[in-house]
């Protein structure tokens, strides 16, 4: 069967039939011999940041010498994006290979994600790395990451988000998120609202663990001088750390990584000091801050960006560009918080346009552009995604920035656009 049609039926499963619990996952697993069991492995939970802290994690353990798998979603253009070992996306043939055999034997209740972390188990065990990283789907106790024991749990910033899957408090979003620590398993956290730290703090008491908090345990700076950064740990402290990702809010995802990897040269994977400068410096994760320059030498920056908390933090990153004009480019999906994600956006650009990226669930342009109007900024609507980039193109002036914001969805269409390939843009 080609690789398309195999995509196709296993995205026919994609992750909008949720369906809560761990026992389709587990009874997945059991049919390939408990693949999971044979390599350690590391949460990554929260809300915004995950992808970039796993990335920066996974770059830190290759540069240690460890054979180092990565398991991420979204994808942007390509599935194979979800399964990398040492920094290398999986072929498609052997995803292929992998869909095949898994399809034709999972129950039909089995679910996209619970697929798609099985898929990677199996990748995984069979190519024998010893650790992994592995990001949680939108959830915590409940995501099919959690059927995988794991030595420790990263927990990036908590904040609204999914709120029709994981609750429309903080301390519902956290209590959900934490629960896939096992107990007297370390914790390792971003600094958090007080309502969420009370949630980790009580999680920690029940089950044992050790919380791990940033700004408390563990701090990184900027020195001023030369612009490198420093981490101080429990217990060592590293200088000379230079990000190979753009955008402040990078540093704290960045603290996060270094401070896990201090956590697992205490449990028997020891990290020297040279792989997290290394590692820090060699990590990639596209389409987060990304610039690229366009043929007309326009350059035009990609972020998610599809919720509050990430609205804010890349209105926060644009500051950088305080005394450019800039062109939002604009696509959402109608599940997310529209208000919440114009409201520092809108601050940052002089125009928008909108489009309506190729998702069943897409804001349509015309509607987006109405939001933005009665938010007091200029905005026309597009009739596709590669419309909206050559109307952008068409407003900017030399030295103008264009940004591309409001979900992955839209990265992913764009990077496929400019590169001249498919975008496998029906995912979960």
């Known amino acids: 069967m080609p690789a398309s049609q195999q995509l196709s039926r296993l995205f026919g499963r994609r992750r909008f039939n949720i369906k809560p619990g761990l026992e389709r996952i587990i009874t997945l697993l059991e049919q390939y011999g408990h693949p999971e069991r044979f390599f350690a492995a590391v949460h990554i939970v929260g809300t915004n940041g995950k992808g970039s802290t796993a990335a920066f994690l996974a770059a830190i353990l290759e540069q240690?010498?460890?054979d180092t798998g990565l398991f991420t979603s979204p994808h942007l253009v390509s599935y194979t994006e979800r399964f990398r070992i040492n920094g290398a996306d999986i072929s498609s043939e052997q995803l292929g290979k992998l869909i095949q055999e898994l399809l034709d034997q999972a129950t039909p209740d089995a679910t996209f994600f619970e697929l798609t972390t099985t898929l990677a188990c199996r990748w995984f065990a069979h190519n024998k790395i010893q650790l992994a990283i592995l990001e949680a789907g939108m959830g915590g106790r409940s995501d099919a990451t959690a059927a995988v024991p794991g030595l420790c749990t990263v927990i990036t910033p908590i904040a609204l988000d999914h709120c029709q899957w994981l609750g429309t408090d903080l301390q519902a979003i956290a209590t959900e998120k934490v629960g896939i620590a096992a107990?007297?398993?370390?914790i390792i956290s971003a600094m958090q609202a007080p309502e969420v730290l009370e949630v980790l703090e009580d999680y920690c008491r029940t089950y044992g663990n050790r919380l791990i908090l940033a700004g408390r345990d563990f701090t990184i700076r900027r020195n001023d001088v030369e612009g490198s950064l420093t981490f101080q740990g429990s217990t060592a402290t590293t200088h000379g750390l230079f990000l190979s990702l753009n955008g402040s809010y990078q540093t704290g995802n960045a603290a996060l990584a270094l401070a896990t990897a201090e956590q697992l040269s205490s449990l028997g994977f020891p990290v020297s000091s040279q792989a997290l400068q290394n590692g820090l410096k060699s990590a990639r994760w596209p389409g987060r801050m990304e610039v690229i320059r366009l043929s007309d030498g326009i350059e035009l920056l990609l972020d998610g960006a599809h919720n509050p908390a990430g609205a804010l933090a890349l209105a926060d990153a644009l500051e950088t560009y305080a005394t450019?004009?800039?062109?939002?480019?604009l696509g959402m999906m109608e599940d997310k918080d529209l208000h919440g994600v114009l409201q520092p956006l809108l601050q940052q650009?002089?125009?928008?346009?909108?489009v309506s990226p190729s998702q069943e669930r897409a804001i349509p342009a015309v509607s987006l552009a109405n939001s933005c109007r009665r938010a007091g900024r200029p905005a026309t609507a597009a009739d596709s995604v590669a419309a909206g980039l050559k109307a952008a193109q068409a407003a900017a002036n030399?030295?103008?920035?264009?940004?591309?914001?409001?979900?992955?969805?839209?990265?992913?269409?764009?990077?496929a656009l400019l590169a001249g390939i498919p975008c496998e843009a029906v995912r979960g």
Do not use: N
């Not at 107990?183 to 370390?186: K, Q």
């Open 398 to 415: 030399p030295g103008d920035l264009i940004i591309a914001a409001g979900s992955l969805f839209l990265v992913g269409e764009l990077k």
């Open 349 to 354: 650009v002089q125009q928008v346009i909108t």
């Open 324 to 329: 450019r004009r800039k062109i939002l480019l």
């Open 64 to 66: 240690a010498g460890y």
């Open 183 to 186: 107990p007297g398993t370390p």
